[in-house]
């Protein structure tokens, strides 16, 4: 699997829009990137995927460069809530019968500020 | 919808003892679920991939006998830390694919075990 490059944390302003940057530069044709976060002794929660398009939820933004090098997490209007380490994969879209193994990197630990 | 769920929460035993951690997928059926262990300040570490009534498939490094997997439904899987050591305390999580293309892995929220 293609591997990911994360800063080990950041901080942002409640209320801010917290922008989280990923480099993935050996990224397949066929794989796509995909944005979880750990909230403290919790399982892993889905927040985002795409594959090249910019892609937006409830949740957050994702922004993929055209290169498909890099992209970045936004998430919009950041609350306490949002403190959690927050990982970057690139993977192959599951198929039918079988899902693609999740390999995670270290992440970035966003922490946000009153 | 979607909900994995783990048991227990949290468990606590004697160097020696086995342990068995259990994995459901509550309102979907999985084809595929996957178990991951979690040291403190330490990111996931994928251990193996389960699939329904076949042997799992174990990462680089993992003793298949010291975590003994069984996925003996499309709703359960448990995995079981035989002889378990202080060394072995850690965060166990499971994740499931319910099979739907493009569709992500859905997480448990983890099982915290302590051996003494």
């Known amino acids: 699997d293609a591997k990911t490059t994360q800063p080990p944390s950041m901080d942002c302003a409640e209320g801010r829009a917290a922008n989280l940057p990923c480099n993935h530069s050996?990224?397949?044709?066929?794989?796509?990137v995909y944005w979880y976060r750990q909230i403290h002794s919790q399982g892993p929660q889905y927040i985002i995927h795409?594959?090249?398009n910019n892609e937006t939820n409830e949740m957050a933004s994702l922004i993929i460069t055209e290169d498909r090098k890099s992209s970045t997490l936004i998430l919009p209007h950041a609350t306490l809530r949002d403190t959690a380490v927050y990982y970057c994969i690139v993977s192959r879209l599951p198929g039918y019968s079988s899902a693609s193994k999740i390999i995670f990197g270290s992440g970035t630990r966003l922490s946000i500020r009153p | 919808g979607a909900v994995v769920s783990q048991h227990p929460s949290w468990v606590i035993c004697k160097s020696g003892t086995s342990v068995k951690i259990e994995c459901r997928s509550l309102d979907f059926q999985a084809t595929t679920m996957f178990w991951y262990r979690q040291f403190p300040k330490q990111s996931l570490m994928l251990m193996a991939t389960?699939?329904?009534?076949?042997?799992?498939?174990?990462e680089q490094g993992v003793e298949k006998d010291k975590f003994l997997i069984n996925h003996a439904s499309l709703t359960l899987s448990t995995l079981t830390v035989t002889s378990a050591h202080p060394e072995d305390s850690s965060f166990y999580i499971c994740?499931?694919?319910?099979?739907?293309?493009?569709?992500?892995?859905?997480f448990g929220p983890g099982t915290r075990l302590l051996v003494l």
């Open positions: 795409g594959l090249k």
């Open positions: 389960s699939n329904e009534g076949s042997k799992a498939t174990y």
């Open positions: 994740s499931a694919f319910r099979g739907v293309v493009g569709e992500t892995q859905y």
């Open positions: 050996t990224i397949s044709g066929n794989e796509y």
